[in-house]
């Protein structure tokens, strides 16, 4: 009897890693694993942020922006105390280097902000808003200097409206040596934060959900809206 040809077979199951590559494998299949459930985890707080501020969006501004300040705070207190290195946070009252730069808030923020400067009979410098919003993110530094600080900044480098400060502010934290938050002499890349993952994302979400501009034009907006609802309610008194 004649043998039938020897067939080749082709050889789907590949001979098994050294034991080295399989723990190797091994720790970077647990990694992706991690990485994915932070991931998720993480985006699942996004969620919910988003979700809870689409549904107060159109309640009175300046409260939903307070609401939101004390929630970012209650993050940032809570995470600070879990974070050994939270310690070293550097931000002191006087040094004000941070507030020299471009600032992102939201329109409630902002009527928030007018609210609390028309409270204590702070006058805005309109004319310096409209030179600020020219610039952005990226050009701010191109004005000129004196024009570069926040219009709520005081003489004495304290914030005259810090109870009341956007979360760009509040969540905004050095554990490096506070010179070197002098944009002027120092690159960014050498100032070091101390952050909390929820407060970013808590930021992002309202960033998101509410729209963001910087500070200088989102009040040029309120000052603009408040000059028209003034129009409007003199009107009405007119037709009475
Ligand atoms: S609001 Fe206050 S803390 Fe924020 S940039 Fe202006 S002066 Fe600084």
Redesign the pocket.
């Known amino acids: 009897m004649t043998r039938p040809p020897h067939r080749t077979t082709k050889n789907t199951t590949r001979d098994p890693p050294p034991a080295s590559d399989a723990g190797s494998a091994r720790s970077t299949a647990n990694r992706k694993a991690r990485d994915e459930r932070k991931e998720a985890h993480l985006r699942g707080i996004m969620d919910r942020y988003t979700e809870q501020f689409r549904a107060v969006g159109n309640q009175d501004a300046p409260s939903v922006a307070r609401k939101v300040h004390i929630a970012i705070d209650d993050v940032l207190e809570r995470d600070r105390k879990e974070s050994a290195n939270s310690g070293n946070i550097r931000c002191r009252k006087g040094c ?1 280097h ?2 020299h730069g471009p ?1 992102e808030i939201w329109p409630h923020e902002a009527a928030l ?1 007018l609210e609390t400067a028309r409270a204590a009979g702070m006058e805005l410098d309109q004319a310096r808003l409209e030179r600020q919003s020219q610039y952005t993110m990226d050009t701010w530094r191109q004005q000129p200097a004196a024009d570069r600080a ?4 005081g003489g004495d480098g304290r ?4 109870e009341f ?2 979360n ?2 509040r969540k905004l934290l050095v554990v490096t040596d506070p010179a070197l938050c002098d944009a002027d002499k120092h690159p960014p890349a050498s100032v070091g934060r101390w952050f909390s993952w929820e407060a970013e994302i808590l930021e992002s979400a309202a960033l998101e959900v509410f729209g963001a501009a910087l ?1 200088p034009r989102s009040l040029l907006a309120e000052l603009r809206a408040e000059t028209l609802d003034a129009k409007a309610q003199s009107r009405k008194e007119n037709h009475k």
């Open positions: 004000a941070c507030c600032v902000l926040c219009g709520f900044l914030c005259k409206v810090y400060r956007p760009a502010c500070m």
